[in-house]
């Protein structure tokens, strides 16, 4: 194996994914920290919107390695911890590379210019995968660079670019993904499937969506919630596809306030969403497919269950794998994607 | 992410996996090494019987980017590199630490013992996952301990513990495994299924199996050769398992020379074997369940075919996910194994 600045920017990448759908209205990132004689000192990821950024969270950590003063550790504020590393850090990263997925905001929002940061803490190198589309947070790099750091961008470009893109698509225009639940061979029948932390997961997910899609007949047979219950978020709209309107609307998917239900033959109303859930099975799968760019399949490693999907051939391209503690979670995009790429 | 002496074994452990089933009559094992500083300084192991072990090759990788000596890179017998780092480490390894996922061993076999180089290179730590078992390799630990070297085991000893299991079965009495090859929507039917680099990662295995099990209608169907030709490699005995022994002996697995072909009802013919796969769908896993306690999956990621395994309910723990260039590589045990643990 070889240990370079792809191998770095990997971590970063790999603990960023983990973060995929929830982090936003901002992108997924992952910053890892090494120090001026190679060692990793961190590796950490943006975690949901108003935390601290990547690069933060990794400067923190990194920080609390090099000099052991535990206080910073107390602090979890974004604001405070910039002041914290500006007013503390006494030169402890001199010689420190950082490896960030994205390149570093420029733009003070939530929280304050991490490039900025970047360039006052005696930081040597900064490595980026894809610089920042967005006109209001790009310019990071110039930043830096302008304080005598040596920036290198296109460190594993495509996958950085791959991290970001479902963030691209719903600042563009929408985001849609097609989300199922499976046993390892292949049957989505026969009760839950998904392991707690997975479901809790999608829970977090559905929180930032603004438009869940079923099928009718799910509808009917499972006679479902699609709130975001498990992480107490809020429960968004429901598109039920179906060519009747006939439900028996004691569903519980209908009692849930401050959301809207349609029933359409169609996927007209997207034009109204920007991330969009599509939840379903084989006949989803291919209703749905021109629509959809990413597949994100919980998949539980076990047998059981008949029905497994059985859809039009399709191969897909795998942008990650995570091993949770019970389920294997894949993000993936249609290897012949009429969608953007 | 927390950066510690987990973190690096689990960097030797991802490696050696990518190996596991190819290195017998050797264990898999792999080993990272990391500087006085805590830069990684290689993530190596053993690849095949024959070729240095994972210390050896971790330690030329280390010493190359510790040196940029690069004429160490053109020696690959074991024996040659042992000497060339005795002769010329010239203390580069001052400080360093070893992480190896099985105690080095201490005997002199198709290589020099990993303990006494280690002993005598100045390294600083010694990491050990798992200790070995087998009598007459073992005791390397005490070798560098007596070297004044710091000695830790238990690094992640389960899953050093996991990596090895395959060769301890092998070893002691034998070992059976279960492979098959999917699509991510769970057929195994309409064609192949796997990627050619996959293809020819089991044939390298059944060179090293010295029994082979398919199931009579698997080939009356599919007609297969059975042999490791993608590899130039040995073509192992085959069991057809089927109640009738009639076949049309034209099939390509009849004719391949030296080789045993056996057809039974039965496994009993097991006990003259130490090494045996067994390649099957639904059928085969239910017969042979009780045989088994290590299970391998293809998973292409696409989706086609009809035919998904349909067998009773059962849950794996999931030992290692590799991703290869398309397929998915899991080595799986019964969750509810009755066999060894």
Known sequence: MVIDNSFYMKLALDEAWKYQGVTYPNPAVGCSVVSKSGEILA?????????AHAEVEA???AYFKLTNDGKILDISSSFEIHEYLLKNHNNCFDGVSLFVTLEPCSHIGKTPSCATLISKLGIKGL????????????G???????ANIHVETDILAKECG????PFEMWSEKRFV??????????????????????????????????LLVVGGNTVRVDRPTLDARLVGGRAP?????????????????????????????????FDNYKNI????????????????????????PSFGGRENIVAQKCKFDVLNILQDEQDIIMWMKQADNRGRD
Request: charged residues 30%; proline residues 1%; contains cysteine.
């Open 162 to 165: 791959e991290l970001l893109t």
């Open 237 to 269: 709209d429901v598109l039920i596809l179906s060519k009747t309107e006939e439900f028996d609307k004691t569903i519980p998917l209908f009692g849930i306030k401050n959301r809207k239900v349609m029933i359409m033959d169609n996927f007209s109303i």
């Open 43 to 51: 590796v950490e990821a943006h975690k949901r919107a108003g935390e």
């Open 59 to 61: 400067l923190k950590s």
């Open 177 to 210: 993904f097609f989300k199922w639940a499976q046993r390892l061979n292949g049957t989505v029948d026969d009760g839950i499937i998904s392991s707690e932390k997975s479901r809790t997961f999608v829970h977090a997910m559905r929180d930032l969506c603004d």
């Open 277 to 300: 859930m599509i939840e379903g099975g084989e006949n989803m799968f291919e209703y749905s497919k021109e629509f959809v760019t990413h597949y994100l399949s919980f998949v539980s």
């Open 140 to 146: 990071g790099a110039e930043i830096v660079k302008n």
């Open 127 to 138: 490595f980026i995968g894809s610089l920042d589309s967005n006109k209001e947070a790009s």
